[in-house]
């Protein structure tokens, strides 16, 4: 027993056993670069878990031009830099007003949101379709932004709802004395004390619509504008799919990814932590 309490044994073990989760997690990225770094000749030739025989590191460059993967990604982050920031900034304010705003209705407003989080994303395709193409945003950034915000509104405020309530009400009578108003404490107080909270939603929001395929699929039909997800298909063709390029693409889909996860993970913990405790 050290000086922490913890059995040395017991230490060890628990490093052992996260060690072989991470190895099992890494496993199918591992296979995916191989994949990657082959010609179609050698994929075919040989096991899926052998080393390139020949490392091919054009297939990068095919899948970012002749794959058009530049294009999709393009489309994917224009949607990301505009959806994350608009859509935590709504969720941000409707648990603002549900947490320091007192009136009557409050918690079944929280329920009626909560109930959004049950409706499956299936039973809302054909209103959503027959709305978008009336108001002819099929196929634009503002229809899809749409979707995607209110799809991700009642997890944002349960998440940001949470954390609301564990920051104590006597700074906002601190902050009254010092003449903010509402929006001076929502934005100088609030904000701010919410940063592990804002940074995990950033994370799972940008994880949730980076990787988004059912209603891109459905509600943006002109290539030009398709996303990573459904780029990715265009490595398929009607009689054979191009695993090599196809893998390489899966590659540089998922950088942005870990870019935003290792910007934000330090907050992530603290976030989760004092969501679920409120």
Not at 204 to 232: C, H, P, R, V, Y
Request: charged share 10%.
């Amino acid at each position: 027993m050290n000086e922490t309490g913890v059995h040395p044994v017991s230490g060890v073990l628990k490093y052992a056993a996260l060690i072989v989760l991470a190895i099992l997690f890494l496993i199918p990225i591992v296979f995916i670069a191989f994949t990657s770094l082959k010609s179609n000749a050698d994929l075919m030739s040989h096991p899926v878990y052998s080393l390139p025989q020949k490392v091919h590191w054009d297939n990068f460059l095919k899948a970012w031009n002749q794959g058009r993967m530049s294009m999709y990604m393009k489309n994917t982050v224009i949607i990301c830099l505009i959806k994350v920031p608009l859509g935590i900034l709504i969720e941000a304010l409707a648990a603002f007003a549900l947490t320091r705003m007192n009136f009557k209705w409050g918690n079944s407003m929280f329920t009626l949101f909560l109930v959004g989080m049950m409706i499956p994303m299936q039973a809302t395709l054909v209103p959503l379709n027959i709305f978008l193409n009336k108001t002819h945003l099929v196929s634009t950034y503002p229809g899809i932004i749409l979707v995607y915000v209110g799809f991700g509104i009642p997890f944002g405020i349960l998440i940001l709802r949470g954390f609301f309530r564990t920051i104590p009400k006597e700074l906002d009578e601190a902050a009254l004395i010092d003449g903010c108003g509402d929006m001076g404490k929502f934005f100088r107080v609030i904000i701010p004390l919410a940063m592990p909270a804002i940074a995990t939603l950033v994370i799972f929001d940008f994880m949730a619509t980076w990787n988004e395929f059912l209603l891109a699929q459905i509600f943006i039909t002109k290539d030009s504008m398709k996303t990573i997800t459904t780029g990715l298909l265009a490595f398929r063709g009607e009689h054979m799919t191009d695993y090599t390029l196809l893998n390489a693409a899966v590659l540089i889909s998922i950088i942005p990814i870990f870019a935003v996860y290792l910007t934000f993970q330090k907050y992530f913990v603290n976030g989760l932590a004092g969501s679920v405790k409120g």
